[in-house]
């Protein structure tokens, strides 16, 4: 029987630089702390899983430099129980890093990002007869030049590696960054029929659909829906959850729409956001691993993206799954 999540895709350390405020070009800005964190999909999805109290096996699939960074993630992984044998190591490029500079009133971050090793993650490095798990997680597509790069099928080579994994019987799930909407849609789109569950920001669902769907108080509940059905018709087999600061709506391919609005959490306890839809998808991808209800899944989805926003760094407030579902019942949830 399987059991366990995978993911893979890219990898790399934040270093994080809280600041005083967003400076204008040839301006200043105040550094007010530093620290290093865990950055990327995969790398972010597991730890927040670990952290959540997974008792199901992790484990990592990627591409690290040989550096400090590279054996900073090693170290990392086998410290919460995540399999690292399959992340590999090159000496070919340095090991991917984003600067992420957060303002420390509103949260709001901004990546300078080197791609470093994930530029070159490729469909050999996958192996999914090595795994037992049940689950594979893959992100960010959009950010992995070789994987995001055509095959020969025409399609992006990332299609190969999620239909291998469908082929190997793991039932897989897809995150990816936003971009410009023509690439969006030429990337993204023709993945989907490989993916089973996808996790999609708002931005990135106008740009693949087409559907306007409004932002904060003017969000069209009914154009969210059907963006998401837009998505599932791509190909998208089970669910396509589309996600906003305000919470997110599912949509399943049985017709099924279960909404589910943010938590409350006061802009006070805010240390930072990057991170939380890292977070809202281990909550998701927890539950999903364990066959809960989707309203479920989603409930634990919110609450520890609240939970990760705690803390300037993507993880280090993510807490166990009761405490962060604590979090909504203490503060509610947006409707």
Not at 126 to 145: E, G, I, P, S, W
Not at 213 to 227: K, Q
Not at 304 to 313: M, N, Q, V, Y
Request: glycine share 10%.
């Amino acid at each position: 029987m399987r059991s366990g999540i995978i993911a893979g895709g890219n990898w790399l350390i934040d270093h994080v630089k809280v600041i005083d405020t967003w400076p204008a070009q040839d301006s200043l800005a105040n550094i007010l702390s530093r620290s290093l964190g865990n950055g990327g999909g995969p790398y972010n999805v597991l730890k927040d899983l670990a952290r959540l109290g997974a008792s199901f096996p992790l484990a990592g699939i990627g591409l690290l430099g040989d550096d400090a960074d590279g054996r900073r993630i090693l170290d990392d992984c086998r410290a919460h129980g995540i399999d690292p044998a399959q992340l590999h190591v090159t000496a070919e490029r340095p090991t991917s890093y984003t600067d992420v500079m957060s303002v420390r009133d509103t949260g709001h971050r901004t990546y300078f990002h080197d791609r470093g090793t994930n530029a070159l993650l490729a469909p050999e490095h996958f192996d999914f007869q090595r795994t037992n798990a049940k689950v594979f997680h893959f992100a960010y597509l959009l950010l992995l030049d070789t994987l995001d790069a055509a095959g020969a099928d025409g399609r992006p080579r990332a299609a190969e590696v999620l239909r291998r994994a469908r082929a190997a019987g793991l039932r897989t799930t897809l995150d990816c960054v936003s971009t410009d909407a023509p690439r969006q849609r030429a990337i993204v789109a023709p993945v989907l029929p490989e993916v089973d569950l996808l996790f999609i920001n708002d931005y990135e669902a106008e740009a693949v659909t087409g559907i306007a769907l409004g932002r904060g108080e003017h969000l069209d509940r009914a154009a969210v829906e059907r963006a998401a059905r837009a998505l599932l018709a791509l190909g998208v087999h089970e669910w396509a959850l589309i996600h906003f600061p305000e919470g997110a709506c599912a949509s399943s391919k049985r017709g099924e729409v279960r909404w589910q609005g943010s938590v409350r959490l006061p802009t006070s306890a805010i240390a930072g956001t990057a991170g939380a839809g890292d977070a809202f998808a281990a909550g998701v991808l927890y539950g999903f691993h364990e066959d809960w209800p989707m309203a479920r899944c989603l409930e634990l989805g919110v609450c520890t993206a609240a939970a990760s926003l705690r803390h300037p760094t993507t993880s280090d407030s993510v807490a166990p799954v009761d405490e962060c579902l604590g979090l909504g019942r203490t503060h509610g949830f947006r409707g």
